[in-house]
């Protein structure tokens, strides 16, 4: 059977703003996401917080939504509507409620061993939510106006680690949609790609089955990049591992 696969959503209201023509919002999941993982032998389902007039998330509610999943999918965020290119707001700050719900799900899948991926926004709040932290800080050289299955700078993958033995590789041309970076990654965390100006581009838990982060988009990369592919086909794997 195929792994199913969590993914993280985003709000509508936190992302755009309300509309006149929804008075509650909506939550969303970018289409490469699914795509990527069905593609790679896992089902998606979308995780979505209740949310009624911003009340705190049921603690609960992680607990319950990973017992019914083998993996989870920390998506990129898009860019809130809290954004300003003169006053960069903490990521709890941009989408709060996403962040306590996220914040929920990534500290019970660590403390589960459950296999999970970080991609851009997800990769930063996994890396803030366990203790590390990141530069809030504008790095225009990281936000390419090209499509996402173009590259924009290489990265360097370091020898030794679980991303070098999955995407066999030494240098890798990725793409680039972000304005902050990590600083620091958490404790029990090790760098597992670096960008050519020193940007820490991933990293991963030494203690996991599968527990990585990524600042690129593998899931934008993956009808034109057989690399891409590498990474979520290990991650669905070890998503069955895990269910075993």
């Given amino acids: 059977?195929?792994?199913?696969?969590?993914l993280s959503s985003a709000l509508s209201v936190e992302t755009r703003g309300y509309t006149s023509s929804d008075s509650g919002g909506y939550e969303y999941v970018g289409t490469p996401y699914n795509w990527s993982i069905y593609k790679c032998g896992g089902i998606p389902i979308m995780l979505v917080p209740p949310v009624e007039n911003g009340n705190p998330v049921d603690e609960k509610l992680a607990e319950n939504l990973l017992n019914r999943v083998n993996g989870l999918l920390l998506t990129g965020g898009g860019e809130a509507r809290r954004f300003t290119p003169y006053g960069m707001t903490k990521l709890s700050q941009q989408q709060p409620l996403r962040y306590e719900f996220e914040t929920l799900l990534i500290k019970e899948a660590w403390r589960r061993n459950m296999p999970l991926l970080g991609i851009c926004r997800g990769?930063?709040?996994?890396t803030e939510v366990l203790g590390g932290s990141i530069k809030e800080q504008l790095t225009s050289r990281h936000k390419q106006n090209l499509p996402g299955t173009d590259t924009w700078h290489y990265v360097d993958i370091v020898q030794g680690t679980k991303l070098h033995e999955i995407i066999e590789v030494d240098r890798w041309d990725v793409n680039s949609f972000h304005y902050q970076v990590v600083e620091?990654?958490?404790?029990?965390?090790v760098?597992?790609?670096?960008s050519q100006?020193?940007?820490?581009e991933a990293i991963e838990a030494t203690d996991k089955l599968f527990f990585m982060g990524v600042q690129f988009h593998p899931e934008m990369l993956l009808p034109v990049d057989p690399i891409a592919k590498k990474i979520f086909t290990r991650f669905i794997k070890a998503a069955g591992e895990y269910s075993q």
């Avoid at 990769?123 to 996994?126: E, F, G, I, L, N």
């Avoid at 100006?197 to 820490?200: E, F, L, Q, R």
């Fill in 197 to 200: 100006d020193g940007a820490i």
């Fill in 191 to 194: 760098v597992s790609a670096v």
């Fill in 184 to 189: 620091r990654p958490p404790e029990g965390f």
């Fill in 1 to 6: 059977m195929r792994p199913v696969i969590g």
């Fill in 123 to 126: 990769y930063q709040t996994v």
